[in-house]
């Protein structure tokens, strides 16, 4: 079959024309989807934001309670009521990553378990008036309170450590991503 110059310039015009009407409908659905994925995670990365300052805000209140030099003497100092502490275990579980979460929870047994010691401690005696009849055991409890107060801070910093990777300018994934692609970009040309 031999086309003719004419027939073979229509069929070439015809072909482009269409490839041109399939990108122009394509590009503005791609670009849409593009800026949409930006936006979500943009949102996201404050909401992430807003909740852990919360939450470092909450840790530095922990820290400073559970800190025996500290001159805050009233353990309800601090603390968040129960409506608040509710809404702030809602948000960090809602918008916080898995490691996030997972530590938070860690550092909320780590408290719980260092505000029942020193429930006992109470109990037992205070370090101005031990009571002679059970000095070991308020050896015990001291220990064990100094035991959850260290294992509390552990948890407390670790916290602190993985949000602050997590609020990294350039650790968000879209960033990393693209990120290195152009690092390699420039690699190549160098």
Do not use: C
Request: cysteine-free; proline content about 4%; charged content about 30%.
């Amino acid at each position: 079959m031999d086309l003719d110059p004419a027939s073979l310039g229509v069929i070439v015009a015809g072909v482009s024309a269409i490839l041109s009407a399939v990108v122009a409908l394509m590009a503005p659905r791609l670009t849409f989807r593009y800026t949409r994925a930006l936006e979500l995670d943009r949102r996201r990365f404050e909401k992430r934001s807003d909740v852990y300052v919360d939450l470092v805000a909450h840790l530095w209140d922990l820290r400073n309670l559970t800190d025996p030099q500290s001159p805050s003497t009233d353990e309800s100092q601090g603390r968040l009521t129960t409506e608040e502490n509710r809404r702030l275990e809602a948000r960090v579980h809602a918008f916080a990553s898995a490691e996030v979460d997972d530590l938070h929870n860690r550092v909320t047994i780590a408290y719980l378990t260092w505000f029942n010691a020193s429930g006992q401690l109470r109990r037992s005696g205070t370090s101005a008036d031990p009571r002679p009849s059970i000095g070991d055991a308020y050896q015990a409890e001291t220990a064990r309170r100094a035991h959850a107060r260290k294992t509390l801070k552990e948890a407390i910093a670790e916290l602190e450590q993985q949000i602050r990777d997590e609020l990294q300018p350039d650790e968000s994934p879209r960033s990393r991503r693209f990120g290195r692609s152009a690092k390699k970009a420039l690699r190549r040309e160098s």
